[in-house]
Nanobody, 123 residues
Framework: QVQLAESGGGLVQAGDSLRLSCVAS????????MGWFRQAPGKERAFVAA????????YYADSVKGRFTISRDKIKNTVYLQMNSLKPEDTAIYYC????????????????WGQGTWVTVSL
């Protein structure tokens, strides 16, 4: 069993930066892939970024590539999403998730989810 807790969201202006954190408890992430997803109002949940726990390989959605950076701290059991040059279209609730198998781009492949943290980007 894994519990995930996101934090760091807020209301910012376009061009600003935020760093989201996801703290895991209850189980190690050895062998897992950690992902960030987001869901805008009225939209489906969409892939943002992912990182393999052991190797640190990273993957990004085209919409955030070059602006967002995913990282992890193995000692702190924490995954981060550094978001720079934020745009209004980045407005969404952001979820941290963990998968131990499956396609890392697919929502249904993830076994554990956090409660989400809101990011609102104004003009």
């Amino acid at each position: 069993q894994v519990q995930l807790a996101e934090s760091g969201g807020g209301l910012v202006q376009a061009g600003d930066s935020l760093r989201l954190s996801c703290v895991a408890s209850g189980r190690t992430f050895s062998g897992s892939t950690m992902g960030w997803f987001r869901q805008a109002p009225g939209k489906e949940r969409a892939f943002v970024a992912a990182i393999t726990w052991l190797g640190g390989s990273t993957y990004y959605a085209d919409s955030v590539k070059g602006r967002f950076t995913i990282s992890r701290d193995k000692i702190k059991n924490t995954v981060y999403l550094q978001m720079n040059s934020l745009k209004p279209e980045d407005t969404a609730i952001y979820y941290c998730a963990a998968t131990y198998s499956g396609n890392l781009y697919q929502t249904h492949a993830y076994d554990y989810w956090g409660q989400g943290t809101w990011v609102t980007v104004s003009l």
